[in-house]
């Protein structure tokens, strides 16, 4: 399985919008908390076979500050599961070398979740492997926002010339200064649309879409979207030619 993809072209970063856990379970006459169950055992499996193939930065999108308006049942399901996986995992992700960090509005989501996602940071924080980024009552807009006003706050006090600001200035104060930009967007089930998720940083990904439904997403539709990827040509707004030019 594994022979499809090429090991010395793995996109560094890879971000997926993991869609469709409700459909599945509508499929299977189940509610709809079923299908986030079965959501996170896909999560277990893109993680480690991620982790495996040499991905540096997986960023997972959990929860969206959209979500909050769910019905309350589904809200608190969806809370407990993450409280109750990150607790079960967190000796998963120190055996595989995983290094856990969260982007969002975390202050908002409920303390357990809060202490349960603290706790399994801190108990990773010195892994070297991959990087798991949970988006957690995340959304692009909010994220943007937030840096645009630290950004015309430092503007204000320090009196900086406005025209001298440059896209790295807004950078720096996104919650995902520290990661590159992801190489690769997939989302599941079939919708073909962004969702207000990490909207500055894919202007240059690749995006990937499949009809496959969250939990149902495996290795090998893993290693699919990866080739299909690799079968791109990234030309960042270059042409074919500039790329092909042999120097
Ligand atoms: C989208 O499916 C999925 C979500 C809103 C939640 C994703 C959460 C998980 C997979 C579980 C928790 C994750 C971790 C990292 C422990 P949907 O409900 O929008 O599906 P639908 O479009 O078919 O209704």
Excluded at 64 to 93: F, Y
Excluded at 159 to 168: C, R, T, V, W
Excluded at 181 to 199: C, Y
Aim: charged share 25%.
């Amino acid at each position: 399985m594994m022979s499809k993809i090429d090991l010395t072209n793995i996109p560094k970063h890879i971000a997926i919008i993991m869609d469709g856990n409700g459909r599945w379970a509508k499929k299977k006459g189940s509610l709809r908390v079923f299908g986030h169950k079965s959501g996170v055992k896909a999560v277990k499996t893109v993680t480690e076979a991620a982790a495996e193939i040499g991905v540096k930065y997986l960023t997972l999108y959990a929860f969206s500050t959209e979500n909050w308006n769910r019905p309350d049942l589904e809200v608190n399901a969806l809370m407990q599961l993450l409280v109750s996986t990150i607790k079960k995992e967190t000796q998963t992700l120190i055996k595989n070398n995983i290094k856990l960090d969260a982007i969002g509005n975390i202050q908002s989501l409920p303390k357990a979740c809060q202490r349960e996602l603290k706790s399994a940071m801190e108990a990773t924080k010195e892994n070297t492997g991959m990087t798991l980024v949970l988006a957690l009552s995340y959304s692009g807009r909010w994220e943007m926002l937030n840096a645009f006003k630290s950004l015309l706050k430092e503007a204000k006090e320090q009196d900086l010339d406005l025209d001298s600001i440059e896209a790295k200035d807004i950078e720096k104060y996104l919650m995902t200064k520290n990661f590159p930009d992801p190489e690769l967007l997939i989302r599941t089930s079939g919708e073909m649309r962004i969702s207000n998720f990490l909207l500055w940083q894919i202007a240059y990904s690749e995006l990937y879409f499949t009809d496959v439904l969250w939990p149902d997403f495996g290795v090998d539709n893993l290693y699919d979207a990866i080739q299909a990827y690799q079968q791109r040509e990234r030309r960042f707004g270059k042409t074919s030619e500039q790329l092909n030019k042999v120097s």
